[in-house]
């Protein structure tokens, strides 16, 4: 079955730091490829997507780029702020079915420090 | 901006008690999902609906789980008899479509078994 394999956390940076959050799909024919975010006491927010290989998803300064040939979706920020403190949740789709059920990776933890 | 709402967002209940969990979905929106997450582990799919009818449903969503959209604008997740492997938080979630469409989750209702 699909499955997204996340980098574990948590992951602690300083403010303006470079952040990398590693994600890995395994998945039959072509999956749509999303991060979610949930902030404190919040549900789960899009952050971005992709739906075909090598298209990239942005928001928010937040990147990830859909890798076929590595099964990839890594997500990137140049320089992350204190308000970026949040989990981070790689997840994917097949595009085939009836409806859009979601695989998700375990989900990152990141907090960033003034 | 539209969005799903849960409600309770914390329930507590005893076992072997049945627990109904609600959602608001968005009001155009045509499919409707439950997930849930156990502490510390991956978020699951547990079923999807169109259609006043089951559309998918995993492994986890045994008899002891049922749907149900009761009126035009709720979308409820019964457990009859509840298990302390039962306490996660539950997400619900709606998209418009099955393709290329966004899904809206809410904020989670956190259940606990005791």
């Known amino acids: 079955g699909d499955s997204v394999t996340q980098m574990e956390g948590p992951v602690t940076l300083s403010e303006e730091a470079f952040l990398t959050i590693n994600c890995t799909y395994t998945a039959t024919g072509y999956p749509s490829l999303f991060w979610y975010v949930q902030y404190p006491g919040e549900g789960l927010q899009l952050l971005l997507k992709?739906?075909?290989?090598?298209d990239k998803g942005s928001n928010k300064g937040f990147e990830a780029t859909y890798r076929k040939e590595t099964t990839s979706f890594h997500l990137e920020k140049g320089s992350v702020q204190v308000s970026d403190s949040a989990v981070y949740f790689c997840?994917?789709?097949?595009?085939?079915?009836?409806?859009?059920?979601?695989?998700f990776g375990s989900g990152t933890q990141l907090t960033v420090l003034p | 901006e539209p969005e799903v709402t849960q409600t309770p967002s914390h329930q507590v209940t005893q076992m072997g008690q049945e627990v109904i969990l609600r959602c608001v979905p968005i009001?155009?929106?045509?499919?409707f999902y439950w997930y849930r997450q156990i502490l510390g582990q991956k978020v699951e799919f547990l079923v999807s609906?169109?259609?006043?009818?089951?559309?998918?449903k995993s492994e986890i969503f045994d008899d002891q789980f049922s749907v149900e959209r009761p009126d035009g604008s709720n979308f409820t997740l019964k457990i009859r008899s509840t298990k302390l492997e039962d306490s996660a938080m539950y997400f619900c979630a709606s998209t418009f479509g099955t393709l290329n469409t966004e899904a809206f989750f809410g904020q989670g209702t956190r259940l606990t078994v005791v």
């Open positions: 009001s155009n929106h045509l499919y």
């Open positions: 609906f169109y259609n006043n009818e089951i559309s998918e």
């Open positions: 992709a739906t075909k290989a090598d």
């Open positions: 997840a994917l789709s097949p595009v085939s079915g009836s409806a859009r059920q979601l695989t």
